[in-house]
């Protein structure tokens, strides 16, 4: 064990004495954050992040001047929802989706007649709710159950005999846990997060350099001799690259927070545990990269490839989400996951998207590790596998 803990501490102090790669990981995402914060502060990213909220509605309303349908109505008319809901009145519901189709609304919202009077007594009758899958679409559905819910409410009151149902219902927006103040980040905000992913990407030079000096260089050879198993050495090495990635991690977060005063949210576990399950998924990508071609042909795979994924999760600029192959490639690229999941985090929207893609972040995490034993064993180093 004592070997195993001072193979770590050489490693984690050969990183420390370089000191242009630490200049690279600290002072580069601190500056850049800095001037993409201040530089656009006045266009403003949360200005953005407002516009996108503003979400396209389509509303099929074949109730036939039911009760609850004008209630709803009524709804989105008030001043709160139409801060941010643009409601556009289609006569048929095959109209409404090729609408969504053409991305021409978010959602639609669908009434079928006999709505009202299947509520009003207590009968079987959905309003459907057809979105696009993005986060206008899911506004849409909150806020619709949200009303729905408040509609219940009544009319369980009325059989109860202490309530009546009236067409002027109180305005719900209020209660409703969405709230548009203060849950847009800023572009110091935005850029602090989208930095900081960004740099833990260029962890997968340290996985390269871990390969590299152990497979291609004298030192390595050397070292091989040593009455050492490979594959403790070869982890002591990788636990040594994961710590220094851990604390640079833990200053960025602390330097944004502070000196920054970035948003960046009540949970900082959470949010360091993310962080460091990324710099754990880059580390590895770097040491696939590096068995299955050669150090030098990873380290420019490597650079061009991490600001053009950098660029797809948006982290220069917000990029829409109505994209469905954008989207898709969000969805299976470890640093897009790991930015959506910091960012649910920090403003509020704990729901399934969340969890479906920290799980989608772990199967990365899973392929990623397979993909690197194969590679070990493609190489003829099997013995670090027993």
């Known amino acids: 064990m004592s070997i195993f803990i001072s193979i770590v501490l050489t490693s984690i102090k050969r990183n420390i004495r370089d000191r242009k790669n630490v200049i690279f990981l600290l002072l580069f995402p601190i500056l850049l954050t800095f001037i993409l914060g201040n530089a656009l502060s006045s266009v403003d990213v949360g200005n953005e992040a407002a516009a996108s909220l503003h979400t396209k509605l389509a ?206 949210g009540d949970h900082m576990t959470h949010l360091i545990l993310t962080c460091f399950l990324l710099g754990l998924i880059t580390i590895l990508i770097g040491i696939a990269f590096s068995l299955w071609f050669n150090p030098h042909a990873a380290d420019r795979i490597l650079n061009i490839q991490i600001p053009i994924l950098t660029f797809l999760a948006g982290g220069y600029v917000k990029l829409p989400d109505s994209n469905t192959s954008l989207n898709f490639l969000q969805n299976i690229m470890p640093n897009a996951l790991a930015q959506s999941i910091i960012f649910q985090d920090i403003y509020g929207r704990h729901n399934a998207q969340g969890i479906h893609e920290l799980i989608n972040l772990f199967i990365c995490l899973v392929v990623i590790f397979i993909i690197v034993i194969v590679g070990l064993r493609r190489k003829k180093y099997g013995s670090f596998c027993k």
């Open 59 to 264: 509303l099929v309303n074949q109730d036939d001047n039911g009760m609850v349908s004008k209630q709803y109505e009524q709804f989105l008319k008030s001043k709160e929802i139409k801060d941010i809901v643009t409601t556009r009145p289609i006569s048929t519901i095959n109209n409404a989706r090729i609408q969504l189709k053409q991305e021409n609304v978010d959602a639609i919202v669908y009434i079928p007649k006999g709505f009202s009077y299947a509520i009003e007594n207590g009968k079987s009758k959905q309003m459907q709710v057809i979105v696009s899958g993005n986060t206008e679409g899911d506004i849409i559905k909150d806020l619709t159950e949200s009303f729905l819910s408040r509609v219940k409410s009544h009319v369980v009151l009325a059989e109860m005999g202490k309530h009546v149902i009236d067409t002027q219902m109180p305005p719900i927006i209020y209660d409703h846990p969405l709230k548009v103040s203060g849950k847009i980040p800023k572009a110091i905000d935005y850029y602090a997060v989208t930095m900081l992913i960004m740099i833990i990407m260029y962890s997968a030079n340290l996985g390269k350099g871990l390969v590299a000096n152990f497979h291609y260089s004298s030192l390595g050879s050397r070292i091989r001799t040593l009455p050492i198993h490979p594959m403790k050495f070869f982890l002591g090495q990788a636990v040594g690259e994961l710590l220094t990635v851990a604390a640079q991690i833990v200053i960025l977060i602390f330097f944004f927070k502070f000196a920054f005063h970035a948003n960046l």
